[in-house]
T-cell receptor, first 112, second 117 residues
Framework: EDKVVQSPLSLVVHEGDTVTLNCSYE??????LLWYKQEKKAPTFLFML????IEKKSGRLSSILDKKELFSILNITATQTGDSAIYLC????????????FGTGTRLQVTL | GAVVSQHPSRVICKSGTSVKIECRSL??????MFWYRQFPKQSLMLMAT?????????EQGVEKDKFLINHASLTLSTLTVTSAHPEDSSFYIC?????????????FGPGTRLTVL
């Protein structure tokens, strides 16, 4: 059975802290791993990772994939209250036309 | 960027009634759309893949007679929750695949919150 597990499940940090969110997967026919941020409604896309060891960066957020150890991390530096959200990772599979299997999610709360 | 809309955004219904939720791709065509449900404080769970012009593909454990999916056109997929019960109360989100070749990104609708009394 395909599994995507995120840790921690929830996290409370102070503004300015750096956080690392984890996503591990055990799936067959892996194609890519994606990170999303969900605030109140629809998830918004952050990163898509397909190759090991290549960091993707956008502002204070960065992410990297390790296909040997089957995990990815999402880093957020200098956190702000606006970073408070659920962070979701999802994997796609070869031959299944963009179907996403989501992880358990990490709820991040950034306090003043 | 591509936009996906859902209607209604919120619905409250009585137990035993049926509810239809629409998912539209507003500025692009989508031969495939996906339906997810999300319980409070939980992740998104894929329910089914909606295919334009053919039957939907349901994930294991999802009752196809309970959650009817119709993909009548290249811009519209509908999810009908039949004979709804309180345990069907959830947040339902649809998505459509990204437009760029070689990308697995998806565009998500804003979701529909269903409450069954």
């Amino acid at each position: 059975e395909d599994k995507v597990v995120q840790s921690p499940l929830s996290l409370v940090v102070h503004e300015g802290d750096t956080v690392t969110l984890n996503c591990s997967y055990e799936v067959t026919n892996f194609r890519s791993l994606l990170w999303y941020k969900q605030e109140k409604k629809a998830p918004t896309f952050l990163f898509m990772l397909t190759s090991s060891g290549i960091e993707k960066k956008s502002g204070r957020l960065s992410s990297i994939l390790d296909k040997k150890e089957l995990f990815s991390i999402l880093n957020i530096t200098a956190t702000q209250t606006g970073d408070s959200a659920i962070y979701l990772c999802a994997v796609t599979f070869t031959g299944t036309a963009s179907k996403l299997t989501f992880g358990t999610g990490t709820r991040l709360q950034v306090t003043l | 960027g591509a936009v996906v809309s859902q209607h209604p955004s919120r619905v409250i219904c009585k137990s035993g009634t049926s509810v239809k939720i629409e998912c539209r791709s507003l500025d692009f065509q989508a031969t495939t759309m996906f339906w997810y449900r999300q319980f409070p404080k939980q992740s998104l769970m894929l329910m089914a893949t909606s295919n334009e012009g053919s039957k939907a593909t349901y994930e294991q454990g999802v009752e196809k007679d309970k959650f009817l999916i119709n993909h009548a056109s290249l811009t519209l997929s509908t999810l009908t929750v039949t004979s709804a019960h309180p345990e069907d109360s959830s947040f339902y989100i649809c998505s459509a695949p990204g437009l760029l070749t070689g990308t697995d990104t998806q565009y998500f609708g804003p979701g529909t919150r269903l409450t069954v009394l």
